[in-house]
């Protein structure tokens, strides 16, 4: 199974965006899966886990703002971006995260999301 995020965008800060994450087969047997994110010049970060029974896991500087969640019926994945910062600027990635707690090594494009101030 790849996964494709999408639904980055231009935004003002304080705005919000929805991105989704759209796998190439059925995600229900998947148990973890998690959104990344790079910024120029910095290395890709985790910033949420999402697993099959739907408990979260968030990176500090998105805790309170961002929310993940999963459909399991339309093999989707999504993460709700409120609040949005300059900082949060980056190409966002979604993955598979594997039983030794990594992500696959397919990333796919990504999305990229663009907070102005």
């Known amino acids: 199974v790849q996964l494709q995020a999408s639904g980055g965008g231009l935004v003002q800060a304080g705005g919000s965006l929805r991105l989704s994450c759209a796998a190439s087969g059925s995600i229900a047997s998947i148990g973890v899966m998690g959104w990344y994110r790079q910024a120029p010049g910095k290395q890709r970060e985790p910033v949420a886990v999402?697993?099959?029974?739907?408990?979260?896991k968030y990176a500090d500087p998105v805790k309170g703002r961002f929310t993940a969640s999963r459909e399991n019926a339309k093999n989707t994945m999504y993460s709700q971006m409120n609040s949005l910062q300059p900082e949060d600027t980056a190409v966002y990635y979604c993955?598979?995260?594997?039983?030794?707690?990594?992500?696959?090594?397919?990333w796919g494009q990504g999305t990229q999301v663009t907070v102005s101030s």
């Open positions: 999402i697993t099959s029974g739907g408990t979260t």
């Open positions: 993955n598979i995260i594997g039983s030794n707690g990594r992500p696959n090594d397919y």
